[in-house]
């Protein structure tokens, strides 16, 4: 496995493969890999002859009182990760490969990024599209791979490439819990031994919505109230919003009767933490 940190260097290695013939898988993250993004890794290596993992803690799409500067980084910990999945390159670039001086240039997708994260993070999801469209652009691959747990960023790189007829296919994996629920997310990593007890509610609030719904709380106000109370039962979290949305418009839904996500965000102390779920309406 390559580690390369230019621009000019990925596009020479990937270059050389797609002569070839090869098929060219990307995973682009923000590095300190956990199972999460090895699955991504493992999947791409599945699906193409090439894998390319980007890592880049993107500034853009942080706000000024976010964590950018305190955002977990180990490059020697994630290339070993990286290497024992089968991963062939990672990028590595510096702020200033990517965004030089004079950048000005950023793409933004309407609708989809107005609610949920997109409420309480102005300009996140600008970042997101931005860094990874260019990161489509530099490496050409013909997939790339998300997880479903940033299930709005999922769906908002989904609209990006087929409203500008980007040549690749999204790929969208489940989510990664650890043994005891727990959403995997390189920001777990912030939490206390308490904060850490306290994360469960997350996904014990899932499987509480679900049989609510088993229970006949199709209103889907009525079940984010429902939720919202079970969430605040925990001290130290803070809910941000638990909206039932549409899967595909992410807009609210009166009603549970077609493809609906409970998403969640949450503060615990000083970290922010996101889950989801399906709701499926059981069968009569
Ligand atoms: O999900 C992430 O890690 C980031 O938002 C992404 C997609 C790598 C863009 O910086």
């Known amino acids: 496995m390559k580690v390369v940190h230019t621009i000019a260097e990925i596009r020479t290695a990937v270059g050389t493969a797609s002569r070839e013939g090869k098929t060219v898988g990307l995973v ?45 980084r180990d490059l020697e910990r994630d290339a070993a990760m990286a ?31 107005e609610g949920l994260c997109g409420a309480s993070r102005p300009g996140h999801f600008k970042g997101v599209t931005t860094v990874c469209l260019k990161l489509f652009n530099i490496v050409q691959a013909d997939r790339a791979y998300f997880g479903r747990k940033d299930y709005q ?66 209103n889907g106000e009525e079940l984010q109230r429902k939720v919202e109370a079970f969430i605040g039962k925990e001290p130290l979290v803070q809910v941000e919003y638990a909206s039932v949305v549409d899967a595909e418009s992410l807009e609210p839904l009166a009603d549970i009767s077609s493809k609906a996500v409970l998403a969640l965000a949450v503060r615990i102390g000083k970290t922010r933490l996101l889950d989801n779920a399906l709701l499926e309406i059981p069968a009569q």
Request: aromatic share 8%.
């Open 83 to 113: 290497e024992s999945v089968g991963v062939d390159l990672i990028f590595n670039p510096s702020p200033e490969e990517m965004y030089p001086e004079g950048y000005s240039t950023y793409v933004s997708v309407e609708k989809l990024t």
């Open 153 to 218: 960023q999922f769906k908002v790189i989904e609209r990006m490439v087929k409203d500008l007829d980007l040549p690749l296919e999204i790929v969208g994996m489940p989510i990664v819990r650890e043994v005891d629920g727990l959403a995997m997310s390189s920001r777990n990593s912030y939490l206390s031994a308490a904060e850490r007890s306290s994360a469960l509610v997350l996904s014990r609030s899932l499987a509480h919505a679900q049989e609510l719904l088993a229970g006949g709380v199709v």
């Open 28 to 72: 682009p993250t923000m590095g300190y890999f956990h199972e999460g993004h090895l699955s991504l890794m493992r999947q791409a290596k599945a699906d193409n002859d090439l894998v390319v993992v980007s890592l880049f803690v993107n500034p853009t799409q942080f706000g000024p009182n976010e964590d950018f500067r305190n955002y977990p």
